[in-house]
């Protein structure tokens, strides 16, 4: 056979295949996004340790690209080009590159992907980047459909990262150098498996009537909140903001902070199975009348929040405010100036573990008799270690004023109960 033609077929056939390659689904976060519902039940159910890794375990799966995939640059010289030209429930698959764009996903239900995607390497979301060049990077517009997804991006020098207008799954993507990472306003939607780093606002901010799950993502060296919550007048099924398995470390104020207007709105926060670490002023910030500039008023916020399973490291304030607030199976540890500050009215703070802190509590409800004050033995990670008396030391059961407001099934601890702190031991 003629040798040139023999390379023809040889590529012809290395063409199909490439071609055919694809998505796997396996590769990005799964879980249910959350639903309103008028009287949530508190039972938490972490199963496994978190990762406190921004991506998944690495698969090498590759499947056929789905019918409707608009390929950039192949089919589509820009992402926006290809955005306005995918069908309902498309692919838009980027390959590698800079794009310095500002797109609008509006009128449809698309997936806007990196080629991280279809082979779970990290390396695509390293090179394939948005930069926004001053203006919101990626705006989702309220008329986007609820299953849109955007996965495997760095998104970078926005006003926004990601302007959520409408439900959006945001996942596995880096969030550098924007003014927020992520703005939601009357949304929400599943926000996992993110890097939010050195952006000059906040790592994710929430206003309006959003109820979101923000899980297992790394959030850390934003110049103002790690997550910042507004808890503007709201009336109707309950908003159900869930916060769970991150680190959040070293933002310029407050790990979260929660900022309350005058009105009781319908809003329950779970805040369980984090890592805060060196945010600048508190790990978890309440302020009240709007204001956002942490004070360390204590704000008496009349919502519920669950802090539960949680590790404060080195804030020089734990947990500041709270009227309603159920702490239990925490560390506070290393706060320099205070762990626990007028987290009163019906809070309550038991089975939790002190040490070390300057103080650790001002004005707060503390069930001493379930409170320890040992040292954790936290590695380097803050897990802890073979013989921490955090080990097993947690409550899987618990009731407050008639209520029940813990309820773990064996399945959601390794030991003989429940640890305390943000993790599970093993032992």
């Not at 609008?104 to 390293?126: H, M, P, R, V």
């Not at 790592?203 to 850390?220: F, P, Q, V, Y």
């Not at 987290?343 to 409170?371: E, K, P, R």
């Not at 030391?393 to 773990?408: A, M, P």
Request: proline content about 5%.
């Amino acid at each position: 056979m003629n040798k040139l033609l023999f390379k023809f077929i040889v590529l012809s056939i290395l063409g199909i295949f490439v071609d055919s390659c694809a998505p796997s689904q396996s590769v990005v976060a799964t879980a249910a996004l959350p639903t309103r519902t008028a009287s949530p039940t508190m039972t938490l159910y972490q199963t496994t340790t978190p990762t406190k890794t921004p991506q998944p375990t690495q698969t090498a799966t590759i499947t056929p690209l789905p019918p409707g995939t608009i390929r950039v640059p192949e089919d589509r010289p820009t992402i926006q080009a290809a955005i306005d030209a995918a069908p309902d429930h498309g692919l838009v698959l980027v390959a590698p590159g800079l794009y310095t764009e500002q797109v609008i996903i509006a009128g449809k239900t698309i997936t806007l992907a990196s080629y991280f995607y279809n082979t779970s390497d990290e390396q695509f979301i390293n090179n394939t980047v948005i930069d926004g060049s001053g203006g919101p990077v990626i705006m989702v517009d309220k008329t986007a459909g609820p299953e849109t997804k955007i996965i495997g991006f760095t998104i970078q020098n926005g006003d926004d990262g990601i302007r959520a207008r409408a439900i959006v799954q945001i996942l596995n993507n880096r969030f550098l150098k924007n003014k927020d990472g992520v703005d939601y306003q009357d949304d929400g939607g599943l926000n996992s498996g993110n890097l939010y780093e050195d952006n000059t606002d906040d790592g994710i901010d929430l206003d309006g009537a959003t109820e979101a799950t923000i899980e297992n993502n790394i959030i850390r060296n934003n110049k103002d909140e790690g997550i910042e919550i507004r808890l503007h007048p709201y009336s109707g099924p309950t908003l159900n903001i869930i916060i769970r398995d991150n680190t959040i470390s070293g933002n310029a104020e407050d790990g979260i902070e929660l900022i309350d207007y005058p009105d009781v709105s319908d809003r329950v926060f779970t805040i369980e199975h984090n890592v805060f670490q060196a945010n600048k002023i508190a790990g978890l910030g309440l302020m009240d009348n709007g204001a956002t500039h942490e004070d360390l008023r204590a704000a008496s916020i009349p919502e519920r929040i669950y802090l539960i399973n949680n590790t404060f490291a080195g804030n020089p304030y734990s947990v500041s405010g709270g009227d309603n607030l159920i702490a239990l199976n925490n560390i506070f540890f290393n706060s320099n100036m205070l762990a626990l500050k007028k987290v009163d009215g019906n809070s309550i703070a038991a089975y939790n573990l002190f040490w070390n802190n300057t103080t650790d509590n001002q004005g707060s409800n503390i069930d001493d008799s379930t409170s320890l004050f040992a040292d954790p033995l936290l590695d380097a990670k803050y897990q802890l270690q073979s013989g921490s008396p955090a080990i097993d030391s947690g409550i899987t059961h618990f009731e407050w004023k008639g209520e029940v407001v813990l309820n773990l099934p064996s399945s959601a601890y390794l030991g003989a109960s429940s640890d305390v702190g943000a993790s599970e031991s093993g032992e």
